[in-house]
């Protein structure tokens, strides 16, 4: 069997994808564009010197891309307070009394919950909100007033 160069473009291209499924790096599939890039140099007929540039090009120019787009990205928080990782964060709950250390007991979404207190000054019942989990301890914060 007698594979031409755009063939082993195409494979190599899979080859990158199936990578980057089984790692989660990313740059791997823009290393995949080059290598397709590749194979549509030689469809249209060019020379193994050419494919090559074209398949360099692409990947290093959509590798390059990506990069600059992720450090133009502002720095995500850490995940106990980062709502696009816990969606309870923001909701709020109602705390009846707090203890002297600042915890509390409070009941969220039909269970039990310890909570502490994150805001600025003494804590006082009534209505808060959820800025962070950590383990299995709710921090909370005075709701914002309407």
């Not at 549509?40 to 090559?52: C, D, K």
């Not at 509390?104 to 310890?114: E, F, L, M, N, Q």
């Amino acid at each position: 069997m007698d594979w031409n160069a755009s063939t082993w473009w195409w494979v190599m291209a899979g080859i990158l994808v199936a990578a980057e499924l089984a790692t989660g790096t990313f740059y791997l599939l823009m290393l995949a564009l080059g290598c397709a890039a590749g194979a549509m140099a030689a469809h249209a007929g060019m020379a193994s010197t050419p494919q090559l540039l074209t398949a360099a090009m692409v990947g290093a120019g959509a590798t390059a891309a990506w990069h600059v787009k992720r450090l133009r990205q502002p720095a995500q928080g850490p995940s106990e307070s980062n709502r696009n990782v816990i969606l309870d964060i923001g909701s709020p709950v109602q705390v009846p009394a707090w203890a002297d250390d600042g915890s509390a007991r409070v009941t969220y979404r039909g269970a039990a919950w310890s909570v502490r207190f994150e805001g600025a000054g003494p804590p006082h019942p009534g209505e808060h909100v959820i800025v962070a989990l950590n383990g299995n301890e709710l921090r909370v914060a005075p709701a914002p007033r309407r």
